[in-house]
């Protein structure tokens, strides 16, 4: 099947359709090198990889790694969550102590413990809208959004149905105390770039 046939039966697919049908279907698409492919309600997103993006992950998975060994963190690593078709690739991922795969070899989001994404223009309106909604009905106790465009970042804890009833806001430059969550850490920002 070509590209072309397999995007018109894509387009002409029910309702129906699976995330493990509609990734696969993604993965016989030539994607742009250097490009993140998540799917938030059933929609295709593929953002560019930058290096401002780039610098923050690292920085943040590097202090995770205090804390969490190497094998429970993860990145751009498809997870689904609940809500209608949501298989999201998050920027960094931090897996509860004795997570295992599931038979389909996947990550279940009910041992997500961390998830932090870094805001990229095109996708900003996803993270701080549907996939922070989806966090929250996962019940993710911690999500960080780090925003180089507006220079600082949103913490959300104590998730409530779709939504967190905690908010901090904090500037690049100072630091993320997570020190009363789950992941008992404070992260700097010292080093976070803006755009």
Known sequence: ???LEDRIAMAQSDNEITLDELFERIEKMPAPEGYKVEIVEGTVF??????????????????????YP?????SDVRIDYPGH???????????????????SGRWRHEDVE????????????????LKKA????????????????QG????????????YTTETKVAFGDDL?????????????AEFPRD
């Open 134 to 149: 989806a966090y929250a009905l996962a019940e993710i106790p911690v999500h960080v959004i780090a925003d180089p465009y």
């Open 114 to 129: 961390f998830v932090a994404e870094v805001i990229s223009k095109g996708t900003a309106a996803n993270d701080y809208g």
């Open 85 to 103: 078709l949501n298989g999201f690739a998050t920027d960094v991922t931090a897996m509860a102590e004795g997570a295992e795969k599931t038979e």
């Open 70 to 74: 190497r094998k429970r963190v993860k």
């Open 177 to 189: 105390d997570l020190g009363d969550t789950v992941v008992g850490l404070v992260l700097s920002t």
């Open 46 to 67: 593929m953002s560019p990889q930058r290096d401002t993006h780039g610098e923050i992950i690292l920085d943040i998975v590097e202090q995770v790694r205090t804390k």
């Open 1 to 3: 099947m070509s590209v």
């Open 152 to 163: 600082r970042c949103h913490v959300y804890t104590r998730p409530k149905g779709d939504d």
